[in-house]
């Protein structure tokens, strides 16, 4: 009888083992292509993230019930008016199910970029994303060049730095 358990314990030790080192999906690689989506706006305009090449790229993550999406909102406000005219696009890819209650967040801050809902959240499958908020920044040619996961200040000097880098190229 013993020797059964044992038999079971290692064949349930062996396929655990087998299952961690399979290759599942993985997040999309820094200097690759970032993943493509087409998602509709708020505004009822269809954005295609490939319609974009030649901008710089920040798409966020995020949901109107997570605080710390809310927390970082204003930084990411601030940095679009201080380069949307230099060629940054910020794409606010929200997971809200209550478009209502997104429309009034919308509204109640004032978002100047795009507002995209992902219905069965297919760009946060497709970004392999852990958590809200998460961001990822895509430069002109449209590689991928940065991924955040977390609340950021998005106006902060290492952040504006690195726009205005990626702006430069």
Known sequence: ??????????????????????????????????????????????????????????VNLWATWCPPCRHEMPSMIRLYERFRGQGLEILAVSEDTDEAELRRFVRAYGLPFPV????????????RATGLPETHLIDREGMLRASIIGPFDWDGPETVGRVRELLER
């Open 1 to 58: 009888m013993a020797a059964g358990w044992v038999v079971r314990g290692l064949a349930l030790w062996l396929a655990m083992a087998v299952l961690s080192c399979s290759e599942g999906p993985r997040k999309p690689e820094l200097g690759r292509p970032a993943p493509d989506f087409t998602l509709s706006g708020l505004d009822g305009t269809t954005y295609r993230l490939a319609d974009l090449r030649g901008k710089v790229v920040f």
């Open 116 to 127: 995209l809902r992902d219905e069965g959240k297919k760009v946060y499958d497709l970004y």
